[in-house]
């Protein structure tokens, strides 16, 4: 069973469309976390999410952090193919001790030109 | 800065050997992670070390083991390699203020093709 869901697995769709990808969890998180990944790369931090109904903003990207910390997602507006690449969610169990990040399988977005 | 540098970047190995990956963390992290991403999959943790002790242990045999050096730089050691250890392996390093850790830097990798 996977700990954290995240839909669509894969996303293609064309330059300037807007998109939300999800991560939902039957788990309280402490802090949610989303990495993009590109290929031969390791993952890079995008936004850290701690406080339920959290809302930030980076650039075109919009993430928001459910009332009840289980479940999150991430909206691109007028996306662009700078943006293709794996997008993974990841989070800390509530009460959880210094063990590492739970990480979705991710969503691959492929935004064509 | 340099980030987090890992090595090798490719390496294969047969079914039975043994593999060694070093992992060098950011200049004045002292907490260095592991994780195992399979093809298509996202990253599963392995290990954590902060301060040269094991902090956190994921769901991983014991042929799995790694250490971490006074200097803070890690090696993750897998035994017995099965076709399934097949992956790349992700090294992480971040500063830790008691119980948070912090943001994670991740290396590029180790990607290990088990034959």
């Known amino acids: 069973t996977q700990l954290l869901e995240q839909s669509p697995q894969f996303l293609s769709i064309q330059e300037g469309e807007n998109l939300t990808v999800y991560c939902n969890s039957s788990?309280?998180?402490?802090?949610l976390q989303w990495y993009r990944q590109e290929p031969g790369e390791g993952p890079v931090l995008l936004v850290t999410?701690?406080?339920?109904?959290e809302v930030k903003k980076l650039k075109r990207l919009t993430f928001q952090f459910g009332d009840a910390r289980k479940d999150s997602s991430l909206h691109i507006t007028a996306a662009q193919p700078g943006d293709t690449g794996l997008y993974l969610c990841?989070?800390?169990?509530?009460?959880?001790?210094?063990?590492?990040?739970?990480f979705g399988k991710g969503t691959h977005l492929i935004i064509q030109p | 800065d340099a980030g987090v540098t890992q090595s090798p970047t490719h390496l294969i190995k047969t079914r039975g050997q043994h593999v060694t990956l070093r992992c060098s963390p950011i200049?004045?992290?002292?907490?260095v992670s592991w994780y195992q991403q399979v093809l298509g999959q996202g990253p599963q943790f392995i290990f954590q070390?902060?301060?040269?002790?094991?902090?956190g242990r994921g769901n991983f045999p014991d042929r799995f083991s790694a250490r971490q050096f006074p200097n803070y730089s890690s090696e993750l050691n897998v035994n017995a390699l099965l076709l399934g250890d097949s992956a790349l392996y992700l090294c992480?390093?971040?500063?830790?203020?008691?119980?948070?850790?912090?943001?994670?830097?991740f290396g590029e990798g180790s990607r290990l093709t088990v034959l």
């Open positions: 070390y902060y301060e040269k002790e094991e902090r």
């Open positions: 990841a989070g800390r169990v509530s009460g959880g001790g210094a063990d590492g990040l739970t």
């Open positions: 200049s004045g992290h002292k907490s």
């Open positions: 999410v701690v406080t339920g109904g």
């Open positions: 992480a390093s971040s500063l830790v203020q008691g119980r948070w850790t912090g943001e994670l830097f």
């Open positions: 788990s309280v998180f402490s802090s």
